[in-house]
């Protein structure tokens, strides 16, 4: 059942709420303090380092993969597992995730987010959450008789010996 908030009429999903959250983390851990260093306990004071926030350069010195939109589920799993990582190892701001990520879309995905964009308009698309994009993706290259079709195939392998060889 989706929260509502009191004197709105939109509804509130969990996703809008972790993105709210996400957000308001990413403002409260990159606000500076008035005193530039600290007090470490021992009378001794050293400065306080501000994290970086991550830019378009950073993001993609971490070489993320490209999706294409014709590897299927594989494809896609491989590169949102891929852009978790290294939006985490770029310490990629949350508002940010989006505009990097889509940037890596080639060919057929590229074609399906510029379609996404003029649906949208350029300010709704790129403000949608990291979620909410990683669902919209699935929908469009994961459809449900595919990934039904896999889950049979892996139910139904077989063995044909008893041996390393066979086994591998």
């Known amino acids: 059942m989706p929260v509502i908030r009191q004197g709105a009429n939109d509804a509130m999903t969990p996703e809008s709420i972790q993105a709210m959250i996400d957000r308001a983390i990413q ?25 970086r926030v991550c830019s378009y350069t950073d993001f993609m010195k971490c070489q993320p993969l490209n999706f294409k939109g014709t590897k299927g589920v594989v494809g896609l799993s491989q590169w949102l597992k891929n852009m ?6 770029s310490r990629c701001a949350i508002d940010n995730q989006v505009k990097f990520a889509t940037c890596t879309l080639l ?9 996404h964009v003029r ?3 350029h300010d709704a698309a790129y403000a949608m959450t990291w979620g909410t ?5 699935t929908d469009k290259y994961c ?9 049979i195939e892996l139910w139904n392998l077989r063995v044909r010996g008893n ?5 591998t």
């Open 27 to 51: 403002r409260n851990s990159t606000h500076t303090q008035d005193d530039a260093s600290h007090n470490s306990g021992g009378g001794l004071r050293r400065p306080v380092k501000h994290a």
């Open 84 to 89: 978790e990582s290294v939006f985490h190892i």
């Open 107 to 115: 060919g057929a995905a590229r074609t399906w987010w510029n379609g």
């Open 119 to 121: 649906t949208l308009g």
């Open 133 to 137: 994009l990683k669902k919209k993706l």
């Open 143 to 151: 459809p449900k008789g595919e990934i039904k079709k896999l889950e």
């Open 163 to 167: 041996d390393v060889a066979a086994y």
